[in-house]
């Protein structure tokens, strides 16, 4: 695996042969993070003495973490509370996260079609990292801190002509990077929001992007 900072700086690559570059977005797409997010967060609020609806909390993620954070600190203390946030996760929720169903064989399905895959997430670059890492993910690189049309940044860097994700702010950077927007339905939206958002392609869950690949493949 190969990572890249955000924000830029990167080498694009060319596809292996004549296969596609497929980004995936990290939580709910590719990784099940929902458990480990929720004990830090359940550590924060322990440890601050203030609460903080968990169930909520995992029922909208995707955009970045002083978003949420928002939520439930004043302004003053974000920062301090983002901080000790990432100081909490790596030992709490990187082991507690799992492969989303069909997350290996959708990446396996664009290597055995010549391409490449990359992550690209609003989740802090270290952190995702070592989520694909603890995951045993096989992409070809990963790119951290960035969100909707951000993610494009990395998207056009690589030459990503495919972007998966769960949220309607994948799909916006999809639309960003022009490339294809393939939603899956496991996160916080429904199949009829995110073709409602314009997802190019709405799939139920990851297990049905190998046979889609195929599909668009044999008809191109």
Known sequence: MRTADPGGGTTPHA?????PTVGFDLDLTLADTRQGIGDVYRAL????????????????LGPPLEHELAHWFPAERIEEMAARYRALYGDIAVPASKPMPGAFEAVEAVR????RTLVVTAKSHGHAVATVEHLGLPVDAVVGG??????????????????VGDHIADVDAARAAAALGVAVAT???DAAELRAHGADVV????GAFPEWLAGRRAAS
Do not use: C, N
Not at 151 to 162: D, F, M, N, S, Y
């Open 187 to 189: 996160g916080p939206f």
């Open 146 to 163: 960035l969100f909707g049309t951000g993610k494009a940044v990395a998207l056009r860097e690589h030459g990503a002509q495919i972007f």
């Open 203 to 206: 799939l139920p869950d990851l």
């Open 112 to 115: 055995a079609a010549g391409g």
């Open 45 to 60: 609020a322990a440890e601050t003495g203030v609460f903080i609806d968990v169930d909520e909390v995992l029922s909208r």
């Open 15 to 19: 596809s292996r042969e004549d296969g």
